[in-house]
């Protein structure tokens, strides 16, 4: 039977939203033997949550029912040209798990360029270490760790997103991918910071290529992300430092009261602050207030955009956002 474990395993790449994940996805994508998903998923916990709906599994009808929701997911259906993704002539023959068919899918896209092995990029996987590593026993994990007051800059410069909530989730999401990738093990689990990254970029990605046991290739080293190019005067292409913009986009107030509420994790994960010891929660009703403020605020934006022509997403694609928010909502705590 084909399965997931038949030879080397996916990889997930995780981390606060902003902090360099998509990043790392491109360089990670552009390695001979590694497919990158250009899309985050988002809802595999929410299928991992849904598969015993779909009954016995050795049923062929139950699989076949599995094999159509997984492959008509807009998020497929969008990388495949707003087309479901074809079911393999052999798919009787896959393992009868979740996890089989979704690795059949990965791989329908990764032949595509010739490769077998993907890696997918979902920062909110973060909070679901341990059961997509239940999921998948070969599966490797990455979390990009970025100073979350850099976060809180770029989220608000772009989206006019609450600095305080960021700050807030930014704690939380990297403290629980950390207490899970340390169950999981070095073998399996691996932290990067992105300032180490972007600063040392050779020495970094032959790091995380020795961690997925990948030969080094220099075509890691490049990255089409905006601020990652070489500006004016550099004689080529590749990952460029952008840290520390926080300090002069934030006022002093701004910046006291981000770092009373991740104080201590700043200061647990390297990066200097006159709080090492804070660990301040904002209330629970600023956090939904915020949070829903955000979600009208950034749906609305898009349907504009798309109602100008700024953007070509399908209809069906951007009118599923909501439901599909609130499934995440759902699985995701922070």
């Known amino acids: 039977m084909n399965s997931p474990a038949t030879d080397a395993g996916p ?24 497919y990158a998903f250009p899309k985050e998923t988002r809802l595999i916990p929410y299928l991992m949550s849904r598969v015993g709906v779909f009954g016995d599994l050795s049923n062929d009808a139950n699989f076949e029912r599995l094999w159509d929701e997984v492959r008509n997911l807009g998020v497929f259906r969008l990388a495949n040209g707003d087309q479901p993704v074809p079911v393999p002539a052999d ?36 909070q679901h270490l341990l059961a997509l590593a239940e999921l998948f026993p070969n599966a490797k ?37 950390q207490t899970q990738g340390q169950r999981l093990g070095e073998g399996r689990y691996l932290e990067t910071r992105y300032e180490d ?19 080094f290739d220099n075509a890691v080293l490049e990255s089409a992300q905006p601020y990652m190019q070489a500006g004016t005067g550099d004689s080529g292409r590749g990952l460029k430092r952008n840290s520390g913009k926080w300090q002069s986009y934030f006022t002093a107030r701004v910046q006291q009261r981000l770092e ?14 006159h709080f090492p010891d804070a660990d301040a929660d904002p209330t629970a009703w600023r956090r939904r207030y915020w949070a829903g403020a955000e979600s009208l605020r950034q749906y609305g934006r898009e349907i504009w955009r798309k109602l100008n022509g700024e953007i070509e997403r399908p209809w069906s694609v951007i009118l599923s956002k909501p439901w599909n928010a609130l499934r995440q909502r759902q699985h995701n705590e922070y």
């Open 11 to 34: 990889v997930f790449v995780v981390g606060m939203n902003g902090s360099g994940t998509t990043m790392l996805l491109d360089c990670l994508g552009r390695h001979p033997a590694l």
């Open 141 to 177: 994990f990455i979390q990009v760790i970025r100073d979350g007051r850099d976060c809180a800059a770029s989220f608000h410069r772009r989206w006019r997103r609450q600095p305080d909530l960021t700050m807030y989730r930014w704690k939380k999401v990297v403290a629980t991918g």
């Open 197 to 215: 990254l972007t600063a040392e970029p050779e020495s970094s990605l032959r790091r995380i290529c020795d961690f997925l046991e990948l030969r």
């Open 91 to 126: 798919w009787r023959d896959h393992s009868r798990s979740l996890a089989a068919v979704l690795d059949g899918v990965f791989r329908y896209f990764a032949a595509r360029e010739g490769k077998r092995r993907w890696c997918e990029k979902t920062p909110q996987h973060a």
């Open 260 to 273: 009373q509420i991740a104080g201590r994790t700043l200061a647990q994960c390297g990066y200097a602050t």
